[in-house]
């Protein structure tokens, strides 16, 4: 476990970078391996500017890995939930492109997501989920989140793989959220047969689905399907959150 003062007050950073010749995994202020690991009331930051590309502030490849009132600040892939299984409560994320991705099975519960301003060549993408294979129980689970811009911002999601699954539900959309709501990887047209991209009784002036993209994939679904995606039945969090010690919700809200 570690403990801070609190978000700012507690800064733990570093600046490396992909533009420094690093690789992404090997750009990270703090890496995270192992098993049931807990932080509380700390910043993350990766200092390195959106000129330098990808620069992650925090690297999760752990398992039962929970944050709690923590901050992560970046640019482009700022927090790389990498694998296993994830829970962030409370926490504030900064970023520009792709700035939350991983193939975790990950749930984010009463978040603030901070769209930031990119380069002039880059559009805000918030999440890039990276599920590779159908069998895979792995996803980024958004409940309760608010999606939120200090600037006149446009973001969306990105499926980034295959497979890709993200689930945004009971959560606040500002207007920085584009009608079409999600964009596809590099032209990828298969991967929209496949990915599985789902809102569920979202708020908020960008949280409209009328407009939102046409693929197979993108549904807006029911909270029977939504349950599938809360603390207790995607990250199985009830049977291990109460030994972290920290709030959680397990159901839909």
């Not at 970023?95 to 519960?109: E, H, K, L, P, W």
């Not at 009608?179 to 929209?192: E, F, R, T």
Request: proline share 4%; aromatic share 12%.
């Amino acid at each position: 476990m570690m403990v801070g003062d609190g978000i700012n007050q507690t800064v733990i950073t570093g600046n490396h970078s992909v533009g420094d010749g690093r690789t992404t995994f090997n750009s990270s202020t703090f890496g995270a391996l192992g098993r049931g690991f807990v932080a509380i009331s700390i910043t993350f930051r990766n200092a390195a500017g959106p000129a330098k590309f990808q620069a992650v502030a925090v690297l999760n490849n752990a398992d039962l890995f929970t944050f709690y009132s923590c901050s992560f600040e970046g640019y482009q892939d700022t927090l790389y939930t990498h694998s296993m299984r994830q829970f962030y409560r409370e926490c504030d994320i900064y970023g520009t492109v792709d700035y939350i991705f991983g193939n975790a099975a990950v749930v984010f519960q009463n978040c603030n997501i901070y769209s930031r301003l990119p380069l002039p060549s880059q559009i805000n993408t918030i999440t890039a989920q990276g599920r590779t294979d159908p069998n895979q129980n792995t996803g980024t689970s958004m409940q309760s989140c608010n999606f939120l811009a200090a600037a006149d911002l446009a973001a969306m999601a990105l499926p980034w793989k295959p497979y890709s699954r993200t689930v945004v539900m009971q959560s606040y959309m500002d207007s920085l959220i584009e009608p079409a709501g999600w964009v596809q990887w590099n032209g990828d047209d298969l991967a929209l047969n496949t990915l599985h991209d789902a809102e569920h009784n979202n708020s908020g002036p960008g949280s409209g689905t009328a407009g939102r993209v046409d693929w197979p994939g993108y549904l807006v679904i029911s909270a029977n399907d939504a349950i599938n995606f809360t603390v207790s039945n995607f990250i199985s969090g009830d049977q291990w959150l109460p030994m972290a010690g920290v709030p959680h919700d397990g159901g839909l809200l």
